[in-house]
């Protein structure tokens, strides 16, 4: 099966950095690339997401680029904004459709 | 329109005893989901559900979890008997499938397992 793997674990910005996240899938025939926000004993909510037949793609202050040659995605925050403090999780959409597999989680904490 | 929701939000038990958890999905979704999330880790699929049929299973551990989802909306999940290794939050998701990839979750039934 898929296997999708995500860093940093943890990542603290100042307020109005830059911060970026990076996942990296195994499966080839993988063709749909979501990230999902969860704030603390909140429910994960879809954020931004990309199909293998675009490379990149932005939504205001996020971003997420995909290289499908190298087999990796990366998630993009601008402005950080104290409201952007979140565990943030990447996802891979297998062979079976809407079957997803999701990173371990990258922490994010934003410094006032 | 209304979110997925699950119940209970917290439960407590002892080791080897039972517990179920329900999901009532977003109007219209044919599919759900069953995810595990362990303290730490992101979520991992126990089983999914396309209306009443079970579409994947294979990441469910038969000899203690089972899963229905009669007429093809509600559905429960039930431990049988728990273990500590159980603790986890249960998440349940659903999906339009054949319209939308996005899969909508629900607030989760946090388990501990003592």
């Known amino acids: 099966g898929e296997n999708v793997e995500q860093h940093p674990s943890t990542l603290s910005v100042q307020e109005g950095d830059s911060a970026v996240i990076k996942c990296t899938y195994s499966d080839s025939a993988s063709n749909y690339f979501p990230w999902y926000k969860q704030e603390l004993g909140k429910r994960p909510q879809l954020i931004i997401d990309?199909?293998?037949?675009?490379g990149e793609k932005k939504d205001q202050r996020i971003a997420v680029t995909l290289n499908k040659t190298a087999k990796h995605f990366s998630l993009h925050i601008t402005e950080t904004q104290p409201e952007d403090s979140a565990v943030y999780f990447c996802a891979a959409e297998g062979n079976n459709f809407n079957k997803f597999y999701f990173g371990s989680g990258t922490k994010l904490n934003v410094k006032p | 329109e209304a979110g997925v929701a699950q119940s209970p939000r917290y439960k407590i038990i002892e080791k080897r005893q039972s517990v179920a958890f329900w999901c009532n999905p977003i109007s219209g979704h044919a599919t759900l989901y069953w995810y595990q999330q362990i303290l730490g880790q992101g979520p991992k699929l126990l089983i999914q559900?396309?209306?009443?049929?079970?579409?994947?299973d294979s990441q469910l551990p038969k000899d203690r979890f089972s899963a229905e989802r009669l007429k093809g909306v509600d559905s429960t999940l039930k431990i049988q008997p728990a273990k500590l290794e159980d603790s986890a939050v249960y998440l349940c998701?659903?999906?339009?499938?054949?319209?939308?990839?996005?899969?909508?979750f629900g607030p989760g039934t946090r388990l501990t397992v003592l």
């Open positions: 990309i199909r293998s037949n675009v």
């Open positions: 998701a659903s999906s339009q499938r054949f319209r939308s990839h996005e899969q909508f």
């Open positions: 559900f396309q209306n009443n049929g079970v579409v994947d």
